[in-house]
């Protein structure tokens, strides 16, 4: 333990969980994050006094030592909810998870007739091999149910046609066939659903405060704002680094990256046995989606009709993904007199929306609002907060380029690629946290495999 030195890149989820498990052996940690926050991309934001998360953030897992590990951080503010949501299709709400009952009722019985009769076809006739996404879901459920309810949200999320996306993500994502999600339905067994689901009062924030509260007290732990490492060279047994802040050459034995790869492989220099052109080659061939999101705060009684955690818009004519209520959540703010609601918008940094006045894109929003009937006042306040880079796309055979990527970064001793932008994983909290703290072990000795950590909460009874 006492030749490691340890270097964290980035301080969201994967980077403090890793920073926190090193912490109990007492090894030296630096930590550097580019922005002048932690959480990253489960950050709480302040607007008006009300709280939103990045998005909706449900904590859902059954790996129990990341369960563990949350409460541990926030004890007895970690707390299960019922889920609550609906999707808006067609100009009507239909209830999630999915009663069979509602969804007869408001699609109408030539609709469903149209989707039973259509799966029967599917599962009868379809013999055609499955090359994406658009195929696995007709073979599964059908060209009505794809038609309907698959390609509209998932080019959304996605900005390709499932035609080009990989079969692999509908495929983990959805785990139950029609006929168990039916039966299941019809018995209210939603076990094909997350009905359940945690959330710490007061937002992610508590979760990564509690983290730098322990971070912050601890003297072999390091942590820096606004500083990136900017070149990262062989030394040894470990690394030299140079970082923006103007410290240069300094060493450290290991390095855990949680950044995107096309950050990591800028600084790389010097590495004889990684072919950095294969490298930049498939690392430029990666597609992201980039997002938009919309906060808005309204006073209380304007978002009464808004009863749930969050809508899936299945709508065409709506231009919003999802729309999230986070006065739903507890972030202890019950007696206040305003609410937090959150739009997203995914896009390409080449769609208008991307390069849009904040006005224009808070008139879309409202817009949507208003046509889904959900809120027809102008709110109290409001800001857009742009990601880049916030989805990795599962576009056809991307795995032929993060092949490519990983064979090369993984011959670079003592470097751990953790958390969903070093992977490329389109991944959920649960994924982050745990490859942090895997990566923490290896940089002490231990040999996981961090790609066999599964990356997302999938629909279906063998979720993991
Ligand atoms: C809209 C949305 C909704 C989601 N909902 C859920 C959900 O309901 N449940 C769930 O479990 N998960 C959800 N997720 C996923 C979850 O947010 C992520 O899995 C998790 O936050 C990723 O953590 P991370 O640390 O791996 O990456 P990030 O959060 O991206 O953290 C990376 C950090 O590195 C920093 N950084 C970037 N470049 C550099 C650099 N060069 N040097 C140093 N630092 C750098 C960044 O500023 C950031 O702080 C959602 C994600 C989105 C986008």
Redesign the pocket.
């Known amino acids: 333990m006492e030749n490691k030195k340890i270097l964290i890149?980035?301080?969201?989820?994967?980077?403090l969980a890793a920073a926190i498990e090193l912490n109990k052996s007492k090894v030296e940690t630096h930590i550097?994050?580019?922005?002048d926050k932690?959480?990253?991309?489960?950050q709480t934001i302040t607007l008006s006094d009300i709280k939103f998360e990045?998005?909706?953030?449900?904590?859902f897992d059954k790996d129990t030592e990341v369960t563990a590990f949350w409460r541990d951080l926030v004890g007895d503010k970690f707390k299960s909810y019922e889920r609550n949501n609906r999707i808006f299709y067609n100009g009507k709400f239909i209830k999630s998870p999915l009663s069979v009952w509602d969804t007869l009722f408001k699609l109408g019985p030539f609709s469903v007739i149209s989707i039973i009769w259509s799966f029967i076809i599917a599962k009868i006739f379809r013999k055609r091999p499955i090359n994406s996404a658009e195929d696995w879901v007709k073979a599964n459920f059908g060209n009505q149910l794809f038609e309907r309810f698959f390609k509209v949200y998932n080019e959304k999320i996605w900005g390709i046609k499932s035609s080009e996306i990989s079969p692999n993500w509908a495929g983990q994502r959805i785990k139950s066939s029609l006929t168990t999600m039916v039966v299941k339905s019809l018995k209210k067994e939603h076990e094909f659903i997350i009905k359940t689901f945690d959330f710490p009062d007061g937002g992610s924030e508590s979760i990564y405060n509690a983290q730098l509260n322990i971070l912050n007290k601890a003297e072999n732990v390091h942590l820096k704002y606004n500083c990136?490492?900017t070149k990262i060279s062989p030394s040894g047994s470990g690394f030299i680094v140079d970082f923006s802040n103007g410290e240069k050459g300094i060493y450290f034995s290991n390095i855990i990256s949680?950044?995107?790869l096309s950050?990591l492989s800028k600084t790389l220099v010097g590495f004889p046995e990684v072919a950095l052109n294969t490298l930049n080659n498939a690392i430029n061939k990666l597609m992201y989606r980039n997002?938009v999101l919309v906060n808005l705060v309204f006073h209380k009684n304007e978002v009464k009709n808004f009863k749930e955690h969050w809508i899936d818009i299945h709508d065409p004519s709506i231009t919003a993904l999802r729309v999230t209520n986070f006065g739903n959540y507890n972030f202890g703010l019950s007696n206040s007199e305003k609410s937090g609601v959150g739009l997203?918008y995914n896009c390409f940094e080449s769609e208008d929306i991307w390069t849009m006045s904040d006005e224009k894109i808070i008139e879309i929003a409202l817009a949507d609002l208003n046509k889904m009937g959900l809120i027809q006042d102008k709110p109290i306040d409001f800001s857009v907060i742009k990601l880049a880079k916030?989805?990795p796309i599962y576009f056809n055979a991307f795995e032929k380029q993060t092949e490519a990527i990983f064979s090369e970064l993984i011959k670079i001793k003592g470097l751990e690629l953790a958390?969903?932008?070093s992977m490329y994983k389109w991944?959920?909290?649960?994924?982050?946290v745990k490859t942090g703290i895997l990566a923490a072990r290896n940089c002490l000795g231990s040999k996981n495999n961090l790609f066999e950590v599964k990356g997302m909460v999938s629909i279906g009874k063998d979720s993991d």
């Open positions: 890149l980035g301080a969201g989820y994967t980077g550097v994050e580019k922005s932690a959480g990253g991309l489960s990045l998005g909706p953030h449900i904590y990136v490492a949680s950044i995107h950050d997002l997203e916030a989805y958390g969903r932008n991944n959920n909290m649960h994924h982050s």
